[in-house]
């Protein structure tokens, strides 16, 4: 049931409208998917300039990404190559366990998040987020098949700061977490 003062609820049966967008970001979104197409055909990923995370900043711990992919290898094979990297992980396969997580304190300094699940959609998900006060400024990548320029630009519209292309480089995933976490 849904708890409208619960901060965390993702209600994927009420959604705000997408976010309209002006003449000026729709410019700046097809600039950035021809890069975006580039770069993901040449590397694998593409990262634009990174949503600025507005939660304080914890130094005593190391950068926790959350992990959302309903294919547990490709969850745990992601949280044991970041945590060698360096990182904290935590990973979620369906809408239950995001929410867990997302209840879970700390937030996460950055989403990894699947498009293609069985019971949400990561388009709808990173819209929830985007609607969410305490989930808006965490910086979401895409991890996903769908690499298509109209994707991109979905994603871009809804907030996202990337996209990695699957199946995925562990090498790859590094280089987009690295340069949105350092």
């Known amino acids: ?3 409208p003062s619960d901060p965390f609820d993702l209600d994927f049966t009420n959604f705000e409208p997408l976010p309209t967008v002006t003449p000026a970001q729709a410019t700046r979104f097809t600039a950035a998917v021809e890069v975006g197409s ?16 507005t939660n304080p900043p914890v130094t ?16 745990e094979v992601l949280a044991i190559y970041l945590e060698v990297d ?6 979620a396969g369906n809408r239950d366990e995001i929410m867990r997580e997302l209840k879970r304190p700390p937030l996460p300094d950055l989403i990894l998040c699947d498009v293609v699940m069985p019971d ?3 388009f709808d998900l990173l819209n929830k987020f ?3 006060n305490a989930l808006k400024n965490i910086p979401v990548v895409m991890l ?13 519209s809804l907030g996202a700061v990337g996209y990695i292309t699957k199946p995925a ?6 280089a987009a977490v690295r340069q949105l976490l350092r």
């Open 169 to 174: 480089k562990l090498g790859v995933v590094e």
């Open 130 to 132: 985007r609607q969410s």
């Open 86 to 91: 360096g990182y904290e992980t935590r990973s």
């Open 60 to 75: 005593s711990r190391k950068p926790l990404i959350l992990i959302i992919d309903d294919d547990a290898t490709v969850r």
């Open 144 to 156: 996903t098949g769908r690499s298509e320029k109209k994707d991109i630009m979905k994603g871009l």
């Open 1 to 3: 049931m849904h708890d």
């Open 38 to 53: 580039s770069q993901l055909k040449a590397t694998g990923f593409f990262v634009t300039i990174p949503r600025r995370n």
């Open 120 to 122: 949400v959609d990561g």
